[in-house]
């Protein structure tokens, strides 16, 4: 079971780094300036975000989570639709 675990935060952070290294690199131009570096700060907030947010769902109990599936279901399907609602999605 650690193993696995170890495995899969490897993936992620690899994935989280590669992710990084293209924004990174699609962003740069010919003559780098401090400006060209904000899509690359904006990705590494953004990342951290989702670090903290992995975290805090980490400790929450499996039971909440069951519980709250289908209600979170609902209000993820009904957001897609409103996005098809002229006006709304955009």
């Known amino acids: 079971m650690q193993l696995e675990r170890k495995l899969l935060i ?18 740069i131009t010919a003559r780098p300036s401090f400006s060209d570096q904000k899509y690359l700060t904006r990705q590494l907030m953004f990342m951290a975000a989702g670090v903290v947010a992995a975290a805090v769902a980490a400790r929450v109990q499996v039971d909440l989570w069951r519980k709250a599936a289908v209600p979170f279901f609902a209000l993820v399907t009904a957001l897609l639709v409103a996005v098809l609602i002229p006006g709304v999605g955009s």
Not at 10 to 26: P, T
């Open 10 to 27: 490897f993936s992620a952070a690899a994935l989280a780094g590669l992710g990084l290294l293209m924004v990174y690199s699609s962003s």
